[in-house]
């Protein structure tokens, strides 16, 4: 099937599920964007951009940002990021304090929060500002000079954020920071309150299913971290829900809970979801369904 | 690269590692394999099959196994195991009996031991003796008639088996076992105990990368089931380091502590490479450093 | 004030609270019993015994057993089976099976039902007969020749056990267990279906305030050796609830889910009471109250 | 036999223990204070002090601290304290962030730290300054107006206290704290770097062995809330060995990791005994042998 068809037939087959669950409710910002908005865009590697519903409305990207962070730490300096942060599914948020601790304030992975501030951290020392350096990375793969982050959601977070606070105090506990762990909070809330469209996200990603080559031609990761990232994303990107998503989806893919999925079929394009209402695992529901569908039309999945 | 050459050149960028760590050793036959072994083996959708080193040699299947009795259970009825079993990484085995509590005796996914239990349990309920459907299944996909359990294996896993019976009583104290503790447990170490060489298991998989489709053009599976059950083996296949599996092999794959690793590459072909010594994470180590060459060489990933 | 005054005004205190809660419901025979029964017996180191309600009627005298089985092995060889027991609260049941593996198969308490199992086990290798040699404690502490175990009671725990099971055999994976599984579980299932009044356990407890002196003058445990099982039953007897218990009663005590609680008041005195329904926390509601109030009134308290 | 007698048969004991293990390490100023030090003191209910060895060299008493905070939030506002903390014993400290967050932010007991934090909160919210409280109590009841805390030993605290201010941010995000996160951990470490001798101390908890009676005869706590405090001592006052420490002391006590032991025998006295090397239980080494033989000498125990 045609994607522009597989597309339009997802969106419409994923549309019952537009509202079901309740968008994130931690800060205010979040919790009052209308959940009833779906969008869906899939940027192909030869050029072509597919939309369909609320594509172009921008969302907080939360934690879809990580990818990014690590692609910018892994391009920087290759593996060396594994010797603070491990490679493996948490199996479930229930114990992630506990299991930071038991591995000695090593995170399980780079897209949990604790694998992420460190990442971060790392990102902080390599560039003297981290968000800034992903919210340049954004605008030139998204071709959209505007793109930034909503300072309301930063602050927000900011305010919210003692659980963060915690989990950073821990880290640094056991030396796994570099910088102060106020700072790494700072860089590491406004990452997230970066606010993109479905369109954009696609665009951003789009290096992802290009071996590593960027919108202009040139080369963020090489072939082989790249399969890394996605080998990563498959198995630690949705949370605790990996499992399923990949019996489901079969796609690398990473979520926020500002509604969105990101997902990447190598060698063929990326896939954006968004709609804010949130599932029992913590991501869109409207969009773990919309991909279900989009794969299964467009028989895009890796296995 | 040829796959021939890549299959050589894998060969031998882990000869080195052969030897490495050691065979398992909580039961005399299994400790008392020769460690210098090393074997590999690519069955090829089209047909072919390419050996090399102790491709012909037998060894104790082990949870390999899993993947066979999961795939009878799914082709007699569809998804209703997962009623029973999840499908999420496990997250580490210091918590396999803690986890299965929490979670009122639904075991993580079908491969970590609670889980397999209960799918040979549905096999036996299914099929009236579940190990010699398995290993009629191994005997008609491989198309060797003598493929068989090693009844001296079987009865020392049945002797060492306190922690298996834990386990098993335990899922039984939750109602998640229909037949008696004690056939459970007998089944499930008979079909471990399964002896088959690389070259055997490699086309005994060969379903895996044609979408379900059997040595002899039968279907056992729909192309959905099959991609799904290479989910479940991409995120959970290799125990605590499926994460880590992924990130270097990039493949589904299913170990076992007999030193096996059975790989599928999608719509090409499946391999396996045999040598008993296993590494920190269980599995073999220069099998593990052998696939990692391969698909470097192949380049047969899925990302 | 009086013994018998406090009694009566205890026991008054706590009439509202019986029934209120739920017998034990996992086995028939506990399940079925009157809630509403209520008795209460209190045996002085001088010889007399005050008793009030429903304290000649026979209940399941269940883990108040393990305390004279304790007691049994420590008469045999004193401090021994700290080698294969700890002495610490395990502070919560939600990690029992976690924590045992955590700890390499040793059990926290004598008292949680994975050391009531190496007690009993060592009882058994002691005697040859753990539920005998128990019973004959009893009988002759109490003074009645007709105690006994209920075998219905017995029949169906060890129906209802695979719980008990799992953990017997995770034990014997490591090695902690010297008489095969099954034994152990038989001996202890019966050991828990003795069946005593309160008045007859109130006597055969009488030891334990006397620093180690039985009935007939003889001497069972040291005065330091009693004082020590004293201390573990204060910090452990009353599974996750001793440090309210501690903080409400402050008395050494066991509770059993059949509704007794045996309280020491050392140099003084023995009490038991008995009421079927159990609280939140597992031990007899209104036995509970009863307690708290004696001991206010009676100021027989070690703290 | 005579206290004094007592006292000097247990300090010649415990002297082969002095200097074993280890000064707690984790800032400077108590890793360098001279591990062969060793003092007693016993404080009688009848107004006498007993003294051997190094009972008047002033030392941090850390968490021994929290005892006395407990009792001023108690005298203030009796048992309100226990809606925001439980009185259990913790079980391990393998769990002590894995378990705060399971009970949603309300800590085991009073004296783990994150109990400690809250019962800290409790009385700056009471006070206005609580650790100004605690050394005004401390000064009255020892009789010496110089008690106060090294400053030296607060900032190395402060310092070094990041896992201390991811517990306080993780009861923060539970709303189990009033006031300012940094705020509460500031007079916490300071309180935690009150310098005492033994016979400071002996004389300061004198109020606990006399049913709530101040040195001036006023009374601090009721006869029954004074009890109370003393059973929470008992099962959860030294740290993950408080059943360990009931076996073979039988007496409440609270360790400090600067060294000290303060244990109290109800209606008679009050022991403290330092030496700063840590056995593998966190406690002083040389103490608590030399509460053992204490409690062995002089029968002072509760049991």
Known sequence: MEIEEALRRAYEAAAPEVGRGRPAEYIPSLASVDPDQFGMAVASVDGGVHVVGDADTRF?????????????????????IWERVSREPSGGPFNSLLQLDQELGRPRNPFINAGALVVTDRLQSLTGGASVALRDLMREESGRADVDWDPVVAKS??????RT???AHLLASYDNLENPVDQVIDQYVT????????????????????DGVRADGSRL?????????????LTCGTYDSAGDFAYRVGLPAKSGVGGGILA?????????????ALGPSGSSAAGLAALDAFTTYSDWTVF
Chains 1, 2, 3, 4 share one sequence.
């Open 60 to 80: 907080s990207v939360q934690s879809i940002s990580k990818v990014f962070t690590l692609a910018l730490v892994v391009a920087a300096e290759d593996a060396r």
């Open 157 to 162: 977070e900011l305010e919210a954020g003692h």
């Open 165 to 167: 606070s915690a989990m």
């Open 191 to 210: 990452q997230c309150a970066l606010s993109m469209t479905c369109r954009e996200l696609a665009l951003a990603g789009l290096f992802l299913a290009r």
């Open 221 to 233: 990761l090489s072939a082989r971290q790249t399969k890394r990232i996605n080998a990563v994303m």
């Open 264 to 276: 990447v079929i190598p060698d063929r394009g990326v896939a954006c979801v968004w709609s804010p």
